[in-house]
């Protein structure tokens, strides 16, 4: 199951829910939310770093869950080609603007980055030391309040990779492709991992207060790409930080606390005209 079908089966379930891509999004630009969540426009133009991105993950995603479920290698060409074929039929259905990246300006580029990037993922990625627990893991977990009390909303999110070391040690795994390399702070900091680290704990994965070993794996778009791995972990602190920042992005939400935010963030953003007329 892909993340997309993952995520909407979560949403289709008969309770309030919150992601962790929509927290992130409220976060960034609370403006943003509102037109996108609360009022469901339609987006003015996508990138095409969205297009790789998606092509990328179902590459990777299919290796892993070969190994799982066949205990083989999927051929390299294979891969290639299913990130070529992801690419061409975003374009395809694509009714709005696509915006384009100097990395790759045109559609052939893309495809050509795509393909090289999956080629430095599989050349590089090493499960040695690795059991595949799960690939593309659909979670959910209700939200507590400041006063530890339950409230009305569950957490839904989709685990990319879920690993077991040799040691009996769980990692999680994230995905991603990035010009430029991750500072180890920013990796620290990353709130997907406290996400992802709140649902594993909140369904028993892991001990309630366990630390929580997070991994993420970087496909950097250079030249001659190559991926870094950034390790970090997430304590039980985390997690009760984490709950308490989804009470507060609820809170907003629910007071209607929608404030443009001009950043980084406008250069891809689906509804700047929407925001310049607001």
């Known amino acids: ?71 083989a290698i999927e051929p390299l060409n294979i891969l290639e080609d299913l990130v070529e074929a992801s690419i061409l039929l975003d374009f395809d259905m694509a009714e709005i603007p696509v915006l384009f990246k100097q990395e790759a300006p045109d559609k052939q580029s893309l495809i050509a980055m795509g393909k090289s990037l999956i080629k430095t993922f599989y050349e590089c990625i090493d499960l040695t030391g690795y059991q595949i627990v799960d690939v593309e893991m659909p979670l959910s977990a209700t939200l507590y309040d400041e006063l530890g009390k339950p409230t009305d909303f569950k957490l839904i999110g989709v685990i990319d990779l879920l690993l077991m070391s040799d040691m009996g040690e769980i990692v999680i795994v994230d995905n991603k492709s990035a010009a430029k390399s991750k500072s180890q702070s920013t990796v620290d900091d990353d709130l997907q991992f406290s996400a992802y680290s709140y649902l594993l704990a909140s369904n028993r994965m892991t001990f309630a207060k366990a630390d929580i070993q997070c991994r993420m794996d970087v496909l950097r778009k250079l030249k001659t790409p190559k991926m870094e791995q950034y390790h970090t972990m997430r304590t039980a602190e985390n997690r009760r930080r984490f709950a308490k920042l989804a009470g507060a992005v609820l809170k907003g939400i629910e007071s209607r606390v929608f404030i443009p935010n001009n950043s980084w963030l406008c250069s891809d953003c689906q509804f700047i005209n929407a925001c310049k007329s607001w």
């Open 1 to 71: 199951m892909s993340k997309f079908l993952a995520l909407r089966k979560l949403k289709d379930e008969a309770y309030l829910h919150i992601s962790y891509s929509q927290m992130f999004t409220y976060l960034g630009c609370s403006q943003k939310y509102r037109f996108q969540y609360v009022e469901n426009r339609p987006h003015e133009r996508t990138s095409s770093t969205l297009f790789l991105g998606t092509a990328l993950h179902s590459a990777i995603e299919r290796y892993y869950k070969t190994i799982k479920d066949k205990r």
